[in-house]
């Protein structure tokens, strides 16, 4: 059977007149409305089998309207009377708004971004994607001690158009990719696990040829049911790129999105531009205008243009990342950070590429002087509550007499951000972008982002264990 | 319901394919936030779904699709949505997962209360002022907090039909109130809140707003403690944040299909403490988890998984009980836009005798647990749990002497839920997912920063 292509259901030409019609004419400061159209493919192993298989067609829209600081959201999958919509986040927005005016600046665009380069896993058979998963799955579970596996993998096409009361209208196709593996090893009670994830913006290739690294992570799974357990406490840390990109983005990252600051005045004196927060050595940036990684695009889902954003200069705090409200209500520039998962959510202050700058130590450098330490490897998960952090690597050492020492389990890290950046004495020469995985918000989750960074070490880091 | 559209998705399918199940979800919500104190956005979100399951050619196909509203598109536009729903589902059904089940038939189906009429009636005013409320007396209490409130209501209707001649519909409605608070000093940040919700409406708030003052009293001061084991009190949000996931994968029927869950081949054998016992529960009225089918249309009903200690039941679907070779749970369950799936519908742990006060005053030096920060990210298939504790307080001498910081705790629950643990008196509902007491464990690891 053919590949099946969904028909489009949106008739872009005319639908640019409806929408451009339908939020014309109303008594609001500001209203903007999003459509999408998507299709979603998803394959789940689990148990060793292809279990599932879904393919999903999406379509719908939202209209956001903003009254005196107030806003109402309507989102429907029913694009019909679009003008009717209009008027009831209007309504919305009448019974939220309070007594300022909220001046937003959004700029003026009209654009149309098409897909970039690469080999999109739409052009690529169901037939083809199996073949591959199916590789990789039998690589698992030929593995000693392998108990069972789980494969999850996405490929999304999403068409989205963005309008705007100020004359903005923008079509973006954002079209996105997702893999995690995961090798499950079993002896007698005991059961690990050990994983990949990998992410692109559609390009199919990027999850080609891992046959050997699929094979890795299986081995360390079985190896982790002998590994013993770190004994919990305060230890000297040095992150791979892959954790520490995850640091930065939980530690750091949601603290700089200023929807968490803007109102809170006390946290407010905290995020001050130009107070130190790290060494000298310390550079932290967002970036959604690099091209080709998973967390890129043109134009954030308030038509904001995406540009680099430092946050922190030589240990010093100079940015933060903004919608078009917390730029407006802070007196700052909107850095084109504003970002919905889908049409059912409005857009909020959301990180897109971060990662710390490579400075000049290397690996050696940084373990050579550690007596007692861990090394920590490879995300699990992680997440923060502003002021203080947690996150788990996938795999750990001890580090022993400046030597790398026995296998661990996997170990939990927590800590305060500010002590913790602070306690960064060195940052590697070897940066690396993580592209898998995704990142969770108030009900918005996962969105596509990156983060990376080079190996870094932390003094005095607190990690989880009996 | 009205909705000859599902009924020709079935129709279309059914002469195609050798069976055919659609599930029909319309949802409506309302939902209030206040940001900060202020009220920040009103929000109306309406939505429509049609997932269609076929077997074919002895193997299973799925396709969704959120496109439109059945009532509204015009027939032309349903054709074409039909077309689509079963080309995909055709597509998929080629490598599909070979079938071993049948569709639920027609069944009797238990009564549960789950539909209150006066949510629709709640007017958008009242929502606002059960929010301003809410944020006045816990301002009232600590006026510097910052608090961010959700006030929710809405209706949920789910239409099961299939080849088999199964045929069943539901409406529910929701309503909940919930507030998450932040003071902050200097760089110190306390973070408070808890929820409220069921299917009934309510204009009361003062549940909600007496544990968040609580919580605000008991975190007063600071206190530390050292990296040692230490009897923990969880309190129903800590039992929540704490066991939750580990025991919901270890009792789901594809986990210990699949050998990988701890609880394998472990029916009848005494797994846990005999003061724990916990059962699925999908009959409570008005309860959130509460519905007269799951979602495949089989009967809900009470499956105890744990009877005094001794391992019960594993919970299941209808495709992982066929593979299983047992029969389904009635957990058939949804999330997002997959296949049914083993999953909880309503977890409750069974109340004990002590009661929270008993067991502060037994303690000589301890740890009280509100909420956990990342205790999903360990092992969690393994049992294990751990996380920093985002609230929580240290006790000396049988008295809760302020919050501690930088503080984590971890455990597996094969360890610790063997233990003399105690259970309290009075249990609650947390987060529309499970209902439990308080929990007393004996020792628990905690790790702090040692200053």
């Known amino acids: 059977m053919p590949f099946v292509k969904v028909k489009a259901t949106i008739i872009l030409i005319k639908m640019r007149d409806i929408i451009i019609d339908a939020l014309s004419g109303h008594h609001a400061d500001y209203i903007e409305a999003h459509f999408e159209e998507s299709e979603h493919t998803q394959f789940t192993y689990h148990g060793g089998k292809l279990e599932d298989l879904n393919r999903i067609h999406s379509c719908g829209g939202n209209v956001r309207a903003l009254i005196k600081g107030g806003w109402g959201f309507v989102s429907f999958n029913n694009t019909n009377h679009l003008r009717e919509k209009v008027s009831q986040a209007i309504n919305e927005a009448r019974l939220t708004s309070g007594e300022e005016l909220l001046s937003l600046?959004?700029?003026?665009?009209?654009?149309?971004?098409?897909?970039?380069?690469?080999?999109?896993?739409?052009?690529?058979?169901?037939?083809?994607?199996?073949?591959?998963?199916?590789?990789?799955?039998?690589?698992?579970?030929?593995?000693?001690?392998?108990?069972?596996?789980?494969?999850?993998?996405?490929?999304?096409?999403?068409?989205?158009?963005?309008?705007?009361?100020?004359?903005?209208?923008?079509?973006?196709?954002?079209?996105?990719?997702?893999?995690?593996?995961?090798?499950?090893?079993?002896?007698?009670?005991?059961?690990?696990?050990?994983?990949?994830?990998?992410?692109?913006?559609?390009?199919?290739?990027?999850?080609?040829?891992?046959?050997?690294?699929?094979?890795?992570?299986?081995?360390?799974?079985?190896?982790?049911?002998?590994?013993?357990?770190?004994?919990?406490?305060?230890?000297?840390?040095?992150?791979?790129?892959?954790l520490a990109g995850v640091f930065t983005h939980e530690a750091f990252g949601h603290l700089s999105e200023a929807d968490f600051v803007y109102q809170n005045n006390k946290l407010r004196d905290i995020m001050t531009l130009g107070r130190r927060f790290g060494s000298k050595y310390l550079n932290i940036i967002d970036d959604a205008s690099i091209n080709g990684l998973r967390g890129s695009y043109k134009y954030d889902d308030e038509g904001t243009p995406t540009t680099e954003t430092p946050l922190i200069q030589e240990g010093v705090l100079v940015g933060r990342l903004h919608s078009l409200e917390t730029a407006a209500r802070m007196k700052e520039k909107a850095t084109g950070n504003a970002r919905a998962i889908n049409y059912r959510f409005p857009p909020i202050v959301r990180m897109s590429n971060t990662f710390i700058s490579p400075g000049k130590a290397s690996f050696k450098d940084m373990i050579g002087d550690v007596k007692e330490?861990?090394?920590?490897?490879?995300?699990?998960?992680?997440?923060?509550?502003?002021?203080?952090?947690?996150?788990?690597?996938?795999?750990?050492?001890?580090?022993?007499?400046?030597?790398?020492?026995?296998l661990l389990r996997p170990v939990v890290l927590t800590g305060n951000v500010f002590a913790t950046l602070n306690n960064?004495?060195?940052?590697?020469?070897?940066?690396?972008?993580n592209q898998g995985g995704g990142c969770g918000k108030g009900a918005q989750s996962p969105l596509p982002v990156s983060n990376g960074s080079p190996h870094i070490r932390i003094r005095h880091c607190i990690v989880g264990g009996r | 319901m009205e909705s000859p559209l599902i009924e020709e998705v079935l129709n279309t399918a059914t002469k195609i394919a050798e069976a055919a199940e659609v599930f029909e979800l319309s949802t409506q919500e309302t939902p209030v936030n206040f940001e900060a104190n202020i009220l920040k956005q009103l929000q109306n979100k309406e939505s429509y779904s049609l997932a269609l399951r076929i077997f074919k050619a002895g193997r299973i196909g799925f396709a969704l699709t959120n496109g439109m509203s059945s009532l509204s598109s015009s027939q032309e536009k349903s054709k074409e949505l039909i077309q689509t729903l079963l080309n995909m589902a055709l597509e998929t059904s080629q490598f599909g997962f070979p079938y071993n089940f049948n569709f639920s038939p027609q069944s009797n189906y238990p009564r549960v209360n789950i539909f209150d009429s006066q949510v629709e009636k709640v007017t958008v005013e009242e929502m606002l002022g059960l929010g301003n409320k809410l944020i006045t007396k816990v301002k009232n209490y600590a006026p510097d907090i910052l608090c961010d409130v959700e006030v929710d209501k809405g209706t949920k209707s789910i239409h099961i039909i299939n080849s088999q001649g199964g045929d069943v519909s539901y409406h529910k409605s929701f309503f909940g109130i919930g507030i998450e608070g932040i003071l902050t000093q200097g760089t110190d940040m306390l973070f408070v809140g808890d929820s409220e919700g069921s299917c009934q409406a309510s204009n009361e708030m003062s549940g909600v707003a007496d544990?968040?003052?609580?919580?605000?009293?008991?975190?007063?001061?600071?206190?530390?403690?050292?990296?040692?084991?230490?009897?923990?009190?969880?309190?129903?949000?800590?039992?929540?944040?704490?066991?939750?996931?580990?025991?919901?994968?270890?009792?789901?029927?594809?986990?210990?299909?699949?050998?990988?869950?701890?609880?394998?081949?472990?029916?009848?054998?005494?797994?846990?403490?005999?003061?724990?016992?916990?059962w699925d529960d999908p009959t409570i009225d008005y309860c959130l988890g509460s519905s007269p089918c799951d979602d495949e249309g089989v009967p809900?009903?009470?499956?105890?998984?744990?009877?005094?200690?001794?391992?019960?039941?594993?919970?299941?679907?209808?495709?992982?009980?066929?593979?299983?070779?047992?029969?389904?749970?009635?957990?058939g369950k949804r999330s997002g836009a997959g296949t049914p799936k083993p999953g909880m519908n309503f977890l409750v742990i069974k109340e004990g005798t002590t009661s929270f006060n008993d067991m502060v005053a037994n303690i000589k030096e301890g740890l009280i647990v509100e909420q956990l920060m990342g205790a999903e990210q360990g092992n969690v298939l393994g049992g294990d749990f751990g996380g920093n504790v985002l609230l929580g307080y240290k006790v000396e001498n049988g008295e809760i002497i302020g919050r501690v910081k930088d503080t984590m705790i971890s455990g597996n629950i094969y360890e610790v839920l063997k233990q003399p643990i105690e259970?309290?008196?009075?249990?609650?509902?947390?987060?529309?997912?499970?209902?439990?007491?308080?929990?007393?464990?004996?020792?628990?690891?905690?790790?702090t920063g040692g200053r």
């Open chain 2, 423 to 447: 259970l309290g008196c009075a249990a609650r509902e947390v987060d529309g997912i499970m209902k439990t007491p308080h929990l007393y464990c004996p020792y628990l690891a905690v790790s």
């Open chain 1, 373 to 406: 330490g861990i090394y920590a490897k490879d995300w699990y998960g992680g997440t923060t509550s502003l002021e203080m952090f947690t996150f788990s690597s996938g795999e750990a050492y001890m580090i022993r007499n400046g030597k790398l020492a026995e």
């Open chain 1, 424 to 433: 960064i004495d060195m940052i590697g020469n070897d940066l690396e972008m």
């Open chain 2, 300 to 331: 809900s009903q009470r499956t105890i998984l744990i009877n005094e200690g001794i391992a019960t039941n594993f919970i299941y679907d209808l495709q992982t009980a066929a593979l299983a070779k047992t029969k389904s749970t009635g957990n």
């Open chain 1, 105 to 242: 600046h959004p700029n003026i665009v009209v654009d149309t971004v098409a897909l970039q380069e690469g080999k999109e896993a739409d052009s690529v058979t169901l037939q083809e994607k199996k073949q591959l998963l199916d590789e990789y799955n039998d690589i698992m579970l030929s593995c000693p001690r392998i108990q069972t596996t789980m494969i999850r993998y996405g490929d999304t096409k999403r068409k989205v158009i963005f309008a705007n009361s100020e004359g903005s209208y923008i079509e973006q196709v954002k079209p996105g990719l997702s893999l995690r593996l995961t090798a499950i090893a079993r002896k007698n009670d005991e059961v690990q696990q050990a994983g990949l994830s990998l992410g692109s913006r559609g390009d199919f290739s990027i999850i080609k040829g891992l046959h050997s690294k699929v094979k890795e992570i299986s081995n360390r799974a079985n190896a982790l049911l002998d590994a013993p357990h770190v004994k919990g406490g305060e230890y000297t840390v040095v992150l791979d790129p892959v």
């Open chain 2, 211 to 278: 544990r968040v003052v609580t919580q605000l009293e008991m975190a007063k001061r600071q206190a530390s403690v050292s990296t040692k084991s230490l009897p923990v009190i969880l309190t129903p949000r800590g039992v929540a944040s704490a066991f939750f996931s580990p025991i919901a994968l270890a009792f789901n029927g594809k986990t210990v299909l699949e050998g990988a869950s701890p609880l394998e081949g472990k029916l009848e054998e005494r797994v846990f403490n005999n003061k724990l016992s916990l």
